[in-house]
């Protein structure tokens, strides 16, 4: 199915995939080959979801991308520039133009910093020649609050303080603090309870458009893609199984992979925007 599912879109792409391939050199996993031979094109304003069972290589290919995990082979493109050879300087944009959100909350945050004094951190790194000041700092962190929807009180608390679902809010703010083009959420929501997944999809939706950004969505679960995204990808041992729009897929998957995943989530067939 890889052939008949390499490029998703073709249009004003933004991430470029061509024959990219992980393999993992250290520790358990050494010699394993993550992600095979992966080809796929993201156009800006795109949301697109990428799903399989466990070790599949769909995070794998969320580290990659936002360059925690060196690619093998093959290319990445980002804005119609390749991501390989980067001066230092570009590498900075690039890093602050991609932006990954963590499923592990806790371990995201330094337990040690307050929120406020970590999302003041980056705020002077990335952004010191545009927020000079500490209360230029502290308006634009207000800001980054209201637009993930907590109280501002939360800002004086540390992550163990606070429950899943607001640092994993938190979690955001922190990746929307440096404008990022391109948000990766990878399985975002999985650890948190089906009311707080409704309440932070309903978020992202939103801010997708506020910000005027693009994502890329990990999950396993196919309900909440659906709900969220225009387009996914079924990954399977590494590689590409279906792409497409997510209604076209959902509705009428063409691998016998794709349909097993389908058939075995109880309720794929629920309308799952009801649900959200």
Partial sequence: MQDSANNIATASPILELKNASVHFNEGKTKGKLAVDDVSFTVNA????????????????????????????????????????NLSRQEKLNYKRSVQLVFQDTLGALNPRMTIEAALDEVLRVHRKHELRTHQERMAELTQLIEKVELPISVLKSYPHEISGGQRQRIGIARALAVKPTLLIADEPVSALDV???????????????????????????????????????????????EAGACEDVYTNPRSEFTKTLLAAIPDININSRDRI
Avoid: W, Y
Wanted: glycine share 10%.
């Fill in 195 to 241: 009311s707080v997944q409704a309440q932070i999809i309903k978020m992202l939706s939103r801010l997708i458009v506020e910000e005027k950004m693009t994502m890329l969505f990990i999950a396993h679960d196919l309900a909440v893609v659906r709900c969220l995204c225009n387009k996914v990808i079924v990954m399977n041992n590494g590689r590409i199984e």
């Fill in 45 to 84: 304003g795109d949301i697109v979801g990428i799903v399989g069972t466990s070790g599949c290589g769909k995070t794998t290919i969320a580290r990659t991308i936002a360059g925690l995990q060196p690619l093998s082979s093959g290319e990445i493109r980002f804005q119609g520039k390749s991501t390989q």
